[in-house]
């Protein structure tokens, strides 16, 4: 009888109408996410004027955000993993959307901070929608889609920006916190029409359910699948044998045909995972990949942070003189803008080096590439250089986030992947947790030296990571 498999059945039909309705779906999550992220430029200078809290209190306001997601990436991984991805999707949707929008009626700063903090819970769920569309991707262009895919997060981050230039020049803060939550509430209507991962429906022995998303696929991309019957292959116990190099372990098995059993697919996903990711196969990719997410997000969201807090820091402690609150608020709105943009190019230059020279290779160049731009702002530079190196740091700063959002998933086999990726994705929140003291008490502080040269530090350790990844998933199959 034949066979074929997902991956068979996705290269047959290719990207279409389909995928481009999973696109726009995960796009309009993954631009969610970035909204909520972005707004932290914006939250703590206002909140700071409104209840006079301290540098900080105010850098608590960005952290416990990024200490929210940390356990909301690896929650929602769990249960991605073990009840599926349109389960992980709609749960984390619902639980953003609604503490989002209470977060605006906050009446004090405590009760801020906390439900800021399952604000960042729910949105630790943004790399389920990841692994999610990936997983519709045929292998041979897979790392062109998932930069036009990041072209939402760009979105997002211009569109928050955009929106706290309007909103807050007239309204306050609260305003400003209750729009962002607006693309949650658009994913909700269009739940009901969402397809679940064939990969994860094989994986739990669904086979049935996993030929009908595949036919629905067919129909709307006006294609056929392979003949023959759906089959799903596994790694085998045999595979899993102490004499097997990690390289090995890693490629996708498509030699021979296994048996997914019940007993199997009651244990895929969740806390059986672990075993699994720390196991000597996937421990040398697992450990590398949560410090290379670490300095990742440590460097972006920094980042993001360092646009608000540097130009105003080079004045004050320059000079010791304290500019207007609405100088202070036009130049931030700009200068938060002109970096957001610099996401596009950063993306081109990601989409360019990816296909041509591998996840790996491209990952390392922009981490190094990142280090070089952030180098003169150890010294005090005039605003216009400032946001010129800020600008190309950003650009290289989310070129490398964007290849690393690729390859994570693509590492993990189906049965742990959002599992896997969660926790990687937990990890790098840590970062984010960690470059508040860094952006904003060390510069507040007038160490602004000390803060660049830790950031300087940490991204040379994420480009030496790089090249030692085990193995280049270009042009790869997803397990």
Known sequence: METYTIDDALTAMGFGKFQGLVLAYAGMGWA??????MLLSFLGPSVREEWNVSAENESLLSSVV????????????????KYGRRTGLLCSTLFTSGVGFLSALSPSYLCLVTLRFLVGVGVGGG????????????ARNRGTWMVIFSLFWTVGTVLEASLAWVVLSSLNWRWLLALS?????????FFGVTPE??????????????TVVLERMANANQS??????????????????????????????????????????????GIAALPELLSHKLLRSTLLLWFVFYANSFAYYGLVLLTSELSDANRSCTSGVIFEAHQKDANLYKDTFITSLAEIPGLILSAVLVDWFGRKASMWFMMFACCAFLGPLVLHQNE?????????????????????CLYAPEVYPTSVRSTGVGIATAIGRVGGVVCPLVAVAMLRSCHQMEALMVFELVLCLA???????????KGRDME
């Open 224 to 269: 056929a699948l392979p003949p023959g019957v759906l089959t799903y292959h596994p790694e085998t116990k045999g595979d899993h044998n102490t004499h097997s190099s990690e390289n090995e372990y890693l490629l996708p098995v498509r030699e021979k045909e296994c048996t997914v059993d019940n007993a199997m697919s009651s244990k895929s996903g």
């Open 197 to 210: 991962s064939p990969r994860y429906l094989c994986v739990q022995n669904r086979m049935s359910d996993a």
């Open 463 to 473: 480009g030496a990571a790089c090249f030692l990844f085990p193995v280049e998933t």
């Open 127 to 138: 790399h389920v929608f990841t692994s999610w569309f990936l997983e519709f991707v045929p």
């Open 32 to 37: 969610a996410e970035s909204m909520e992220l």
């Open 66 to 81: 990024f200490a929210g997601m940390l356990i909301g990436a690896c929650t929602w991984g769990f249960v991605s993993d």
């Open 181 to 189: 939550t607006l693309p949650c509430f658009l994913l909700l209507p």
């Open 384 to 404: 216009l250089l400032t946001t010129i190196l800020l600008f190309g740091a950003r650009a290289c700063a989310m070129g490398s986030f964007t290849v690393l």
